[in-house]
C-alpha cells in the first residue's frame, strides 16, 4: 500500500484517564500542560500536551495548524505515563525525572520525546551536514540496503552520494545513475499534469467529478458531484484515505491501459461513506488521486501513463523516468524494494528480516491502478529535473500555474502534491518497499532528495529526513 506519510498528527476521539489507585498521589504531577518536540530528520514537530481529570487530555501539534488530538487513554502508574492515541494510531510511554517525562513516541516507528513544563525559547541545534560517512552512519542505523542522498543549489554547489547495495545478499552497489522508486511523490507529478492540461484548455481546475465522471459512475454520492481538480489534488474533498484493502488487491499488479480500472476503483471510492466536508477537512487520500487520474483520462483520451510520460517526463527531459519497480528480471541493474519477510520463531522468540522483492517478483509495486497516487521511478538526475523546473518556475508552465500548484488552495499545508514545510516544499512517498523524501526552496534556491530501498517507514522516515536536510545544508 501507498503509505506517504499524512501529517504526523491528525484526529479527535473520546478520552478516559485511568489512575492505578496504588499511586495515586502522584498523579497531581502530571496534571497541567506539558511542551516538546519530535524530531522527523526533516522537520522539528513542537507539540504541546495538556494532562487533565477525566476525558480531557489533549495532545496538540503546534506546527500542524495547532491541531488538537484528544488523548484515547491516559494511564498513570507511580512515576510512568502511557498515553494511547487511537485516532493517528499512536502512543507514548515516558517517566517522570527531574521534572521532565523522558519517553518514547510510537507511530509505526518510535522516537525518542521528552516532554517538560516550559516551551523552549532557544532555536533547535543546527541540523548535521551530511557527508559519505554521516550517510552510511545513517544507513547502518536505520538498516536500508541501500541509501543515497544529493542536493544542489541554484548556480551553486552540489552533493551526491550513495552507500549499501542494490539487494541484500547480492554484490552489486548501489550507484547514484541508479533509479528509485518515488511512492505518492508521483502525486506532485499528477498535480502538475493537470496544470498542463489547463494551460493546454483541455482541462479546468473547477472541472468537477459529476460533470467529467457522472456518466459513468451515475451512482457516486451526492457528496461528491460538485468536488473539483482543487479538491481532490490538494485531499480536500471529504473523500476516505483508501478503498478497502480486499477491493484494492482485486486490481492487477501490471496493465497495459488502466483506464477501465481507474473507473471501478472510482466507483468504489465514490460510494464510500465521506471522511469530512469537503474544503474543511483533509484527509490524505491517494483515492482522490486516482479519481483526478480518471478525470484526466476521460477528458484527454489517453491513459495516465501515457499522459505522464507525453506532457510531463518527455518536456523536461526525464528519460529513465518510469512506472513500477525499477530494473530487469533478475539482472539486479537497479536497487530493489525491501520489506519484512515472515517472522521466524527462535528459542520463542518471533524475528523478521528483511527480505529483496526484485523484478519478476510476484509483489514488486502497488497494483497498477494507484499508478496517479504513486508508482513513478526515476533517477536523482531526473527528479532533479523536476524539481528545478518547481524551484525556478520555468517556462514550463506559466505563472499562475506554479502558484496554484505551490498555494495551498484552502488553507492549512498542503499545496498540490506538495506539503509546506519550514519554509520548502515538500513531499514523501513509499510503495512500503521503498522510501524516499523530496523538497525544493525557492528563497534559498536549493533542491534536495534522499531515498531507501527499504519500505519500513517507521525505521527510515527519520535518517532519510535527516539526510535530505543534511544534503542541503552541504550546499547552502
Excluded at 495547532?66 to 493517528?88: H, K, Q
Excluded at 513531499?427 to 527499504?454: C, K, P, Q
Aim: aromatic fraction near 6%; include cysteine; hydrophobic fraction near 45%.
Amino acid at each position: 500500500m501507498i503509505t506517504a506519510r499524512r501529517p504526523l498528527l491528525l484526529g479527535a476521539a473520546a478520552a478516559s484517564l485511568t489512575v492505578g489507585d496504588a499511586f495515586a498521589q502522584t498523579a497531581a504531577d502530571f496534571m497541567g500542560e506539558w511542551f516538546g518536540a519530535l524530531d522527523l530528520g526533516s522537520q522539528r514537530l513542537r507539540l504541546r500536551l495538556v494532562v487533565a481529570e477525566g476525558p480531557n487530555s489533549t495532545l496538540y501539534s503546534i506546527d500542524q495548524g495547532n491541531v488538537a488530538i484528544p488523548v484515547g487513554e491516559t494511564r498513570i502508574d507511580g512515576d510512568r505515563l502511557s498515553l494511547a492515541l487511537p485516532v493517528i494510531e499512536a502512543s507514548f510511554r515516558g517517566r517522570l525525572s527531574g521534572g521532565r517525562i523522558e519517553g518514547e513516541f510510537t507511530q509505526r516507528g518510535t522516537l525518542p520525546l521528552v516532554f517538560a513544563r516550559e516551551a523552549e525559547t532557544r532555536q533547535a541545534p543546527p541540523r548535521e551536514t551530511l557527508t559519505q560517512e554521516r550517510l552510511a552512519a545513517l544507513r547502518a542505523q536505520c538498516g536500508a540496503p541501500a541509501f543515497a542522498a544529493a542536493a544542489a543549489r541554484r548556480g551553486g554547489r552540489s552533493l551526491a552520494l550513495v552507500d549499501g547495495v542494490r539487494a541484500i545478499g547480492r554484490p552489486e552497489r548501489a550507484t547514484m545513475s541508479d533509479k528509485w522508486h518515488l511512492g505518492s511523490i508521483t502525486k506532485s507529478m499528477t498535480a502538475t499534469l493537470v496544470a498542463r492540461a489547463v494551460e493546454a484548455g483541455r482541462v479546468r481546475w473547477t472541472d468537477t467529478v459529476g460533470a467529467v465522471l457522472g456518466a459513468a459512475i451515475p451512482e457516486m454520492r451526492a457528496e461528491y458531484r460538485d468536488i473539483s481538480f482543487r479538491h481532490l489534488l490538494s485531499h480536500r474533498s471529504g473523500l476516505p484515505a483508501n478503498i478497502e484493502l480486499g477491493q484494492l488487491l482485486a486490481f492487477p499488479r501490471e496493465s497495459a491501459d488502466a483506464r477501465q480500472d481507474r473507473i471501478a476503483y472510482a466507483r468504489l471510492g465514490l460510494q464510500q461513506q465521506p471522511a469530512g466536508a469537503k474544503e474543511e477537512h483533509f484527509e490524505y487520500s491517494n483515492t482522490g488521486y486516482v479519481i483526478a487520474g480518471a478525470m484526466l483520462e476521460a477528458k484527454l483520451g489517453a491513459p495516465w501513463e501515457e499522459l505522464i510520460q507525453r506532457r510531463v517526463f518527455d518536456p523536461l527531459r526525464m528519460t529513465g523516468a518510469g512506472q513500477g519497480a525499477p530494473g530487469a528480471p533478475g539482472a539486479y541493474d537497479q536497487p530493489v524494494g525491501h520489506a519484512l519477510g515472515p517472522a521466524t520463531v527462535t528459542d520463542g522468540q518471533a524475528t523478521a528480516s528483511l527480505a529483496p522483492h526484485p523484478p519478476g517478483a510476484p509483489i514488486t509495486d502497488n497494483p497498477a491502478v494507484l499508478g496517479p497516487a504513486g508508482r513513478v521511478h526515476a533517477s536523482f538526475e531526473d527528479v532533479f529535473k523536476y524539481l528545478a523546473a518547481h524551484r525556478d518556475r520555468t517556462s514550463f508552465l506559466r505563472r499562475e500555474s506554479w502558484d496554484a500548484l505551490h498555494t495551498p488552495p484552502f488553507g492549512g499545508p498542503y499545496a498540490m502534491g506538495w506539503s509546506e514545510r519550514e519554509g520548502m516544499l515538500w513531499h514523501n512517498g513509499s510503495n512500503t518497499l521503498w522510501y524516499a523524501e523530496v523538497m525544493f526552496d525557492r528563497t534559498r534556491g536549493i533542491i534536495a532528495a534522499a531515498a531507501v530501498n527499504d519500505g519500513r517507514v517507521g525505521e527510515v522516515a527519520q535518517p532519510v529526513g535527516a539526510a535530505l536536510v543534511g544534503a542541503a545544508q552541504a550546499v547552502a
